[in-house]
């Protein structure tokens, strides 16, 4: 059974730093895609990142150059660290299985100024 678990959200100032990490279990996580979305109050959900099985990643334009996605395979784990936070990061933030309806419970980003 498929279950992704994220932690690190906390509350931060604009310009701060944090990382989120989502564990993976129930699937051979080294074989697979994995995303990074977000939900800001009252907004739909939006698409942060994308990391491949061999590391290669790609961004959104909101937080290209900011955001940095990396996976570590032997620990089923997966990492975002966000860097110059803006008050419009702040989000309920979710890993999800590439391509499939498995999502993480999320965890919260506050930036506040």
């Known amino acids: 059974q498929v279950r992704l678990v994220e932690s690190g959200g906390d509350s931060v100032r604009t310009g701060g730093s944090l990382k989120l990490s989502c564990a993976a279990y129930?699937?051979?996580?080294?074989?697979?895609?994995m995303d990074w979305y977000r939900q800001a109050p009252g907004k739909e959900r939006e698409w942060v990142s994308t990391?491949?099985?061999?590391?290669?990643?790609t961004y959104s334009d909101s937080v290209k150059g900011r955001f940095t996605t990396s996976r570590d395979n032997s620990k089923k784990i997966m990492y975002l660290q966000m860097a110059s936070l803006k008050i419009e990061d702040t989000a309920l933030y979710y890993c999800?299985?590439?391509?499939?309806?498995?999502w993480g419970q999320g965890t919260q980003v506050t930036v506040s100024s």
């Open positions: 999800r299985l590439y391509n499939s309806a498995n």
């Open positions: 129930g699937f051979e996580f080294p074989r697979y895609t």
């Open positions: 990391i491949a099985p061999n590391g290669g990643t």
